[in-house]
């Protein structure tokens, strides 16, 4: 009988820690498809971060190297430049990669490393309790803006994918969401393009994908994701922000 359907063997069968509603599961699955997909399980080594994602070496079944807080870049620019046949790729959350790690992912990108990163941009701290991120949108309230966040004070939201679509040495940078199956697909395709990228060892390329939290926003996964569409994408618009890449071959 033909096989139609099963689980990504770059993927292991395991619990996770995640909460209920989160979507760190749907974006873990579509890069261990990737892999699936590109045959490079074998070569693969990931760089996981502080915040949400600390625990992804108990998930992915490629290799898996722990940074410490927004240093996933650097730790990938080692591993790519001293094994430079091994795929890798960097799992970052808003709060990580936005606020202690943005000189990390500028010079990465600036110097066109040869990785992918997949920033996942939930619009607030997850692991630590709720608390407001740089990607914070205006109005938007955290345990640490019970108000909303004061543009005044507080400043405003970093658009990332934008920011780092000006830097010369970044190849391919695209947002996407997982709010709805036709976002998933476009999704999977995005981080698809950008393994392939590095493949055919194009530069650096980065995917940020919108995200829900239910437990920090006080939603259900529901309203979880109306709140996304009504509020995230208007200011964080999806599509391709740079790409110089052409056809992958």
Aim: hydrophobic share 40%.
């Amino acid at each position: 009988m033909a096989i139609v359907f099963q689980p990504p063997i770059s993927l292991l069968d395991v619990p996770t820690h995640y909460c209920p509603g989160c979507t760190h599961g749907v974006i873990h699955r579509l890069i261990a498809e990737v892999i699936d997909e590109l045959g490079v399980l074998d070569k693969t080594i990931g760089v996981a971060p502080v915040g949400c994602s600390v625990l992804a070496y108990d998930y992915f079944a490629c290799d898996m190297f722990q940074a410490a807080h927004g240093r996933a870049p650097a730790v990938a620019t080692g591993i790519k430049r001293s094994h430079p046949d091994s795929v890798v790729f960097t799992y970052q959350g808003d709060g990580d990669l936005a606020a202690i790690g943005t000189a990390e992912i500028v010079h990465a990108a600036t110097r066109g490393e040869n990785i992918v990163t997949i920033f996942v941009n939930n619009c607030i701290y997850g692991m630590t309790g709720g608390q407001m991120a740089p990607t914070t949108l205006p109005g938007q309230i955290t345990e640490t803006s019970p108000y909303g966040r004061d543009v005044k004070t507080a400043g405003y939201p970093i658009r990332v994918s934008e920011m780092i679509s000006t830097l010369d040495g970044a190849c391919y940078v695209e947002r996407v969401s997982v709010d709805s199956v036709p976002n998933v697909i476009k999704a999977k395709k995005a981080i698809k393009r950008a393994f392939e990228n590095q493949i055919a060892g194009k530069g650096f390329s980065m995917v940020e994908v919108l995200s829900i939290c239910p437990t920090n926003w006080g939603l259900s996964t529901e309203e979880s994701f109306k709140w996304l569409k009504d509020n995230m994408i208007p200011y964080y618009p999806l599509g391709v922000k740079k790409d110089t890449t052409g056809e992958v071959k």
